[in-house]
């Protein structure tokens, strides 16, 4: 019982990270194209860009915890 609601907090830890790094990479994304007059405005662009990739990676870690909790209640149930 204690490790699903390790779990569930887990997830919610998690989807709390990628909501704030997906601000964060629009922020940078827009911050960047609205100072394309300036050298280096590429910068924050190719930031959030990362971020944002960093976002997808986080985003497939939950989505993998998700099928690991659904194949584990799977197995109990039987």
């Keep these: ?40 405005f590429w910068m924050p662009v190719l930031c959030g860009l990362l971020i944002l990739c960093l976002t ?4 497939r870690l939950i989505l993998y915890i998700f099928r690991q909790i659904k194949a584990k209640d799977r197995y109990l149930d039987t």
């Design 1 to 40: 019982m204690i490790k699903i609601f390790a779990t569930l907090a887990l997830l919610f830890f998690l989807s709390l990270f990628t909501l704030y790094l997906i601000f964060l990479s629009v922020i940078s994304i827009s911050i960047g194209l609205t100072n394309t007059d300036r050298p280096g």
């Design 56 to 59: 997808t990676l986080t985003i």
